[in-house]
């Protein structure tokens, strides 16, 4: 079995081309934190706008916690009373209104349907602000309820 060693310059030029690469590696390593690439430069303006922006949320807060208190001696009603009466003013409307429409086509037909307060609304509006009127209830909890995102 014939094998060939190749001449000594190859053999030199590999190893020698090895170290070069390890000390490139090594010196990339050691002078890399001292490199600021452009993704870190956003990353510290990015910073500075969220650190701006919580201490405006901060402000935010101390300054509702100070309104709710200033509330509480002024008035111990609920804030969101007339709203919600509001709210609910309409919807009776509306559901009086689909009463009427009903039973005139209960008087068409003699069949018997469910009440309106078991039927759920087609319209998702409508339905929205009755779950809000009736319940406490979050955005989040009506996204999940209506099983549709808040943009649909």
Known sequence: ?????????????????????????YVFYKARPFIKS??????????????YYERQLIDMKIRLDAIEIQGIEQK???????LKQFLEKLTKNQTQEEEV?????????????PSISNIVPTNPTDYVL????????????IQI???KSREH
Do not use: C, W, Y
Request: glycine share 4%; charged share 25%.
């Open 130 to 141: 009755h779950l809000i009127t009736n319940k406490a209830m979050t955005s989040r909890d």
């Open 76 to 82: 111990p009603e609920d804030p969101n009373l007339e």
């Open 38 to 51: 452009k993704s870190e430069m956003i990353d510290v303006s990015q910073s500075e706008r969220l650190e």
């Open 1 to 25: 079995m014939l094998v060939e060693i190749p001449e000594p310059e190859v053999i030199l030029g590999v190893i020698l081309a090895f170290l070069v690469g390890l000390g490139a590696l």
């Open 101 to 113: 429409s009903q039973s005139r086509v209960l008087n068409k037909r003699s069949n018997s349907t």
């Open 145 to 147: 309820t209506l099983k």
